[in-house]
């Protein structure tokens, strides 16, 4: 089968600082893949290479099999449709009231009717739990968990073939983390899509993921099934799921 | 420290900036000549550059057109030349101080409220999630901005030419006892539609690069809070200063002086 997303030998610098070193990571259809890794790793690097925010300085992007590395522009519009994505920060666009923001990929990218795409707006923000009196609230009214929903409903909106997570959890309280997680979980079941999500918290790669891969140094040192995590047999992951001071990993304390 | 190589540093550092703007501004003339179009975006553009930009535009080129008729009659004066402020007052206006105060004005308040908002959007990472959702950026938030304030701007400036002329009225025909008929008669029959036009055809050029240097800015921030502060404030300086020095290109060409 081919895989959904395969990255080939991914190298990606700036200025002097390599950040990608060779990358190499192949995704199955269906399937939840989470890198985790610390801060400053290239997780979202990775992420960009794929979705072409960055292009990579060497090695290959495949998305079912087609090299789109290099594609660009109108070239392009094709392989975006197949993407959704939830950014760390929401990202929602403060100028325009929630619905818009979830329909926004069907009304500008599709050329969808503005009341249509309204309809599957408050159909997709019911399927994150958010009543139809938020549609018409401003990003800006949202709680952090509530913008995050709202994010997740915009990138499952189009039922995407493939969709990213950049960091779901960060900056919410344990409790609505876990709400973000089930969500994230039971809606890429539903839509049927790929996943990959970068994280550093440990708990939601554990729910969120059927594979976790593990980026250190530019390379994915580890990867294999989530059950098999606690014995990677890698002192590297071991380090990092129990989050402890002393191992391999030293992390530079001066900036 | 090598002296030499910081001069260098700084030399490749300026040439790479302006390549990397030469760059945007292909990007953002080609994302214009080609579907799709944002006529929702570009009028509310329209509001925003030109409408809300009319009364501070209005309010420079009354006090503009005021102080101008007073120095001309008080240097004037001096060889007994004062009868000739109408004439001097509009060529002034309509030929350089309309447009370039005008696009002044424009670029404190609609550069800096470009480089803010779009900077915010690339910072918040609203930028990429445009890209995610299949929208082009650059015709998603330049083109607008361009479109509206290219032809904002002559329309600006046509406005901000009228209450100029009249400022300069008020003030002759109230302190330096000139009749308010002459002094209309004398504006008109010495104004040409070439003094006109040259302004206007100035004005459209400040409003493109008012509004690509607020987008190119704003484009390119980094890191932040400061990043977009330094964005704004960069947008702000640079177009400025590129007003200022078009404004000489442009006059030196239009007029065949150079």
Not at chain 2, 4 to 10: P, V
Not at chain 2, 76 to 86: D, K, L
Not at chain 2, 148 to 164: E, K, Q, R
Request: hydrophobic content about 50%; some cysteine.
């Amino acid at each position: 089968m081919t895989a959904k997303i395969k990255l080939i030998g991914v190298k990606k610098r700036f200025g002097s600082k390599v950040v990608l070193d060779g990358v190499d990571l192949a995704i199955e259809p269906h399937t939840s893949l989470v890198i985790i890794g610390g801060s400053g790793t290239g997780k979202s690097v990775t992420i960009k290479s794929i979705l072409g925010i960055i292009t990579p300085d060497e090695g290959q992007v495949l998305i079912d099999g087609e090299d789109v590395t290099h594609l660009k522009g109108a070239d392009r519009d094709p392989l975006m449709k197949k993407f959704g994505m939830l950014f760390q920060g929401g990202a929602l666009f403060d100028s325009l009231p929630v619905w818009e923001n979830v329909a926004f990929g069907l009304i500008q990218g599709r050329g969808m009717a503005r009341g249509r795409a309204r309809d599957i707006a408050i159909a997709k923000l019911a399927k994150v739990g958010l009543g139809e009196d938020v549609a018409f609230l401003s990003p800006s009214e949202l709680s952090g968990g509530m913008q995050k929903r709202v994010g997740l409903a915009r990138a499952i909106a189009a039922d995407p073939e493939i969709i990213f997570f950049d960091e779901p959890t960060t900056g919410l309280d344990p409790i609505m983390a876990d709400v973000i997680n089930n969500l994230i979980a039971s809606t890429v079941k539903d839509v049927g899509a790929t996943a990959l999500s970068i994280t550093h918290d440990m708990a939601s790669a554990r729910k969120i993921s059927d594979h976790i891969a593990m980026l250190y140094g530019g390379k994915i040192i580890w990867q294999g099934p989530t059950d098999q995590i606690d014995n990677s047999g890698n002192e590297f992951v071991d380090q990092f799921i129990h989050g402890r001071a002393e191992g391999p990993i030293k992390m530079a304390v001066k900036a | 420290m090598n002296p030499f190589a910081a001069i260098g540093r700084a030399v490749l550092s300026l040439l790479a900036e302006i390549g990397r703007l030469a760059l945007f501004t292909g990007r953002s003339l080609k994302a214009l000549a080609s579907p799709p179009f944002y006529l929702r975006l570009t009028l509310q553009q329209f509001v925003r550059i030109g409408y809300l930009s009319v009364p501070v535009v209005g309010l420079t080129a009354l006090s503009t057109g005021a102080v101008l008729a007073l120095q001309i009659y008080l240097g004037g004066n001096r060889y007994g030349a004062e009868a000739i402020v109408p004439q001097i007052v509009v060529l002034g206006i309509t030929r350089e101080l309309g447009p370039v105060i005008a696009g002044l004005m424009v670029a404190g308040r609609v550069a800096a409220a470009i480089a803010a908002e779009i900077g915010t959007m690339r910072v918040t990472e609203q930028i990429d999630a445009l890209t995610t959702l299949s929208t082009n950026p650059v015709k998603y938030l330049v083109v607008p901005r361009l479109v509206a304030a290219v032809i904002s701007m002559p329309i600006l400036t046509a406005a901000g030419d009228s209450i100029g002329v009249f400022g300069g009225y008020l003030v002759a025909t109230q302190n330096l006892g000139f009749t308010g008929s002459v002094y209309l008669k004398n504006t008109v029959d010495f104004a040409t539609s070439a003094d006109i036009n040259s302004g206007l055809i100035k004005a459209a050029v400040f409003g493109f690069i008012v509004a690509l240097m607020g987008c190119y800015n704003g484009f390119n921030s980094r890191g932040g809070a400061q990043g977009v502060g330094a964005a704004t404030t960069n947008a702000v300086v640079s177009s400025c200063i590129l007003i200022l020095a078009t404004d000489f290109v442009l006059t030196a060409l239009l007029f065949h002086t150079a």
